[in-house]
């Protein structure tokens, strides 16, 4: 048998920019990877691309098909088939055409885009006696998938078991002591050793919507920073480079995360079109209208749904949606009065600095609770059984949202699985406690001199408001049942009791 003739360990459906690293990494690990596009130029300038870059791979290798067909006729059985094309209809017009060409029941595959969870359930019980429908979160972005993405695998644990030895060898690998990455893979160098950014999230939809919620997180994480950055800018006046100088110091301690890292890195480079002396930075010239592709509204729409606050993580959506607005902003600015313009801080000022610091992680530390709080409250309403230490873990590597503190929340959740919210972990409620004054006077001050801080302060009210035993609320029972006879329920009787008062004539409590 020829090395073209030789069958392939697995295959990958859709040539961008994920599924073409990806199906690199796995050559790299030694597997050999039949690739498929439905656009032929795709497969064809993606095999130029491999020739023409000389790639080898360790043991592994690449082979084009220019069919369905011809993948499954070049696959062993069982097959594995990775499919990573746009969410929505293009998943179920693969899934087609591969059962069109002859795919059988126990062909396993599986979704690595950012579908929504509830079309992975809905797919897994729809080509149920056709294939094997499993879904997995993929994060990382084109790096990641590169050189070792995070993998949020979800759907039949016995189909688990065929994908798992795949996506250990190509997830990203972390120092188990540490938490740290581990760095230096290269192409045909692939990082061995250490603990993978893998493990079995739950059933059917459970790993694309734990893919959600690290979206979510990542929205909101995002927007901190970027508040970080405007409030340095407006209150201290300090230039991009100085801010990228304290972001590089920030990520030398707990804030170390790999946004920050970026940023520090974004706020230094210059604008290439400004002629020789390149000395305007790049971050002044980018507009301020920041897109979204949906998994930051779905994770808005989820917990609405299910009635989790997640203020930090909606407010950072809705900071996306009040971005575009570009136009009515111009001319609102020439409209609407705000407050005078606020003193300029000298440079060396430095509580300023420690003030946003303190507030960026308090806010931070808010914002992940938010997001495993959302990820407790799916579980009941799904069925899953969700190990949130194994969550915790597999985002110290390879994803978006990596950052030192994972390692923290990683063992409050291995310390109390049931923790009810990350908050009341004995480390974070103290680093809270410690971090609230400066996080106070931040969106205080920002809040007095007119500066939007969304995401800063939506997590300041999340905070309070979680911590305070008596809620308004009340008032509000009281008022519904007033005009619509929602009924209320009693400090003095069991929870679920419902009550109902005749707010109108006799005055009289019923019980409902």
């Not at 059985?77 to 998943?91: D, E, N, Q």
């Amino acid at each position: 048998m020829t090395n073209e003739q030789k069958p392939a360990d697995l295959g990958m459906i859709g040539l961008g920019v994920m599924g073409r690293n990806l199906a690199l990494n796995l050559a790299d690990h030694g597997y050999r990877v039949a690739v498929h596009d439905v656009q032929s130029a795709s497969i064809d300038a993606f095999m130029t691309q491999q020739a023409s870059e000389s790639f080898e791979a360790t043991g592994g290798g690449l082979v084009a098909c220019a069919s369905f067909q011809a993948m499954l006729h070049t696959l062993t059985s069982p097959r594995v088939i990775i499919v990573l094309v746009p969410a929505g209809k293009p998943v179920d017009s693969v899934c087609q055409s591969l059962i069109e060409a002859g795919i059988e029941p126990a062909d396993l595959v599986v979704d690595g885009g950012n579908s929504k969870w509830t079309d992975t359930i809905r797919r897994e019980k729809k080509y149920r006696g056709k294939l094997t429908f499993f879904g997995s979160g993929v994060s990382g972005g084109e790096v990641g998938a590169r050189f070792g993405p995070s993998l949020m695998p979800g759907g039949d644990p016995e189909a688990w078991k065929t994908l798992q030895p795949y996506w250990e060898a190509i997830a990203a690998k972390v120092d188990p002591e540490t938490g740290k990455p581990l760095e230096g893979a290269s192409p045909g160098n692939p990082i061995s050793g250490g603990e993978p950014c893998t493990t079995y999230i739950g059933a059917d939809g459970a790993g694309h919507y734990v893919k959600m919620v690290h979206n979510g997180i990542e929205y909101a994480d995002m927007q901190l920073i970027a508040e970080a950055y405007h409030l340095l800018r407006t209150f201290g006046n300090h230039s991009p480079d100085k801010i990228g100088d304290i972001f590089e110091d920030w990520n030398r301690g707990e804030l170390d995360s790999y946004l920050m890292e970026i940023t520090a890195d974004i706020l230094k480079q210059k604008d290439p079109r400004t002629g020789p002396r390149n000395e305007t930075p790049l971050v002044d010239v980018i507009l301020d209208a920041a897109r979204m592709k949906g998994t930051g509204t779905w994770t808005a729409i989820s917990a609405l749904e299910l009635g989790t606050p997640t203020m930090s993580i909606t407010e950072a959506v809705f900071a996306r949606g009040m971005s575009g607005l570009k136009e009515q902003r111009v001319l609102a600015s020439k409209i609407l009065k705000g407050p005078p313009p606020p003193p300029v801080v000298v440079d060396s000022d430095d509580s300023l600095v420690q003030d946003v610091r303190d507030a960026i992680y308090a806010a931070k530390v808010c914002a992940y609770a938010q997001g495993f709080q959302l990820m407790a409250s799916a579980q009941e309403a799904y069925g899953w059984s969700l190990d949130f230490g194994s969550i915790a873990k597999i985002w110290r590597g390879g994803c978006i949202i990596r950052a030192g503190f994972l390692q923290k929340i990683t063992r409050a959740y291995e310390g109390d699985p049931k923790l009810a919210n990350l908050m009341l972990d004995a480390y974070f409620t103290q680093r809270l406690d410690e971090a609230q004054g400066g996080w106070r006077r931040i969106v205080a001050r920002a809040a007095l001199q007119g500066l939007p801080v969304p995401a800063l302060s939506s997590a300041l009210a999340y905070y309070d408001g979680y911590r305070t035993e008596n809620l308004p609320a009340n008032l509000i029972q009281a008022q519904r049942d007033y005009f619509g006879a929602h009924t209320y329920e009693r400090v003095d009787e069991p929870r679920g009791k419902a009550f109902h008062l005749e707010w109108s004539g006799e005055r009289g409590e019923s019980e409902k």
